[in-house]
């Protein structure tokens, strides 16, 4: 039960860690379509190839296709990432008559402006006041119920992210349960902590911790400690492409039903993460790991997830996400593999 409570808490962070409301913002930013339309009001961001906007006259936040965008005029300074690995910080504006060049995006800060193409810019985000206001994140829960062998299945998921200028950190925790008459409980939690620190436009330094119990394969824990180096392959505003190679430090704890060992050692640590936004309302995101042991030769250990993100309306999602974890070695007699299934509605804020 401890166990359920400490994945519940780093859930619970990421719930509670929601920004509170925002300051007013300019409503005065100006967005020029290339078919010669002109929007006035507020820009929300720039994400997944959309561009978020919202005129005092919308119900509601509307998405505007990026290609279709021919140039903007903001008056808040806006975090910009460009396609390079470039980052930047300052008001958008460009002068048709005075700067007819044929990039279409200026970024004006104090020292310098910085011009690229439309189709360079990857994310758009406003420089909001406090660190709360710059938090994102989403908090999922699914549940199923099978009256044939009643069998129930509850998953809860959260996570919160932070990305400065030449850093990001972010947090993921999550909670699957299983319960069925007749057949033994099984469940996972995890927890994991991603530090980056850019070095450059494309890579970075990383930091990793993690945390899992998995009651399929008798670990009661396994914490985790590691750092490497790690690349964008990838950087556009409809997908992305990441890869961090380094070391890290664990230590294991089985149940008693299996022998109750535990133990330390040192693995490599190769980790992939690859996101893509295809269509228009569907998200698929993949995250690797692969980790063999330094200590114990022939050991090998994988981690993977993926899931599929359907947008239902607003800020709500329908996720259906599947993940494997395996053990070519447990230093116990225990199940080398962990697989399941999930199907969750998720609020992305």
Known sequence: MKLLERAAVVV????????PPALAKSTNDVVIMKNGDRLTGEIKRLENGFLYFKAAYMADTIQLDWRRVERLQTQDEFNVTLSNGT?????????????????????????????AHNSEVVTLNPVEDTFWHQLTGSVGYGFSFTSGTNATQSSLSGDVGYRAERWAVKLEGS??????????????NTADLYYFRYRGERWFVAGTSSFLNSQQQDLTARTTVGGGVGWDLIRTSTSTLQ??????????????ESGGKSGRGADGQLLMEYSKYIFTKFQFTSQFGLFPSLTTPGRERISAQSSVKRELFRNFNLVFGIYENFDSHPPVRAPKNDFGTSTSIAWTY
């Open 12 to 19: 619970l962070t990421a719930a509670l860690a929601l920004p």
């Open 87 to 115: 980052r930047d910080v300052g008001v958008i504006s460009r002068d048709l008559e005075t700067e007819p060049d044929t990039k279409g995006f200026a970024i004006r800060s104090q020292e310098a402006v910085r011009r």
């Open 243 to 256: 890869l961090v190679a380094g070391a890290l430090l664990n230590n294991e704890n089985y149940s008693p």
């Open 175 to 188: 909670s699957v349960l299983n319960r069925q008459s007749g057949a033994s409980n099984s469940g996972r």
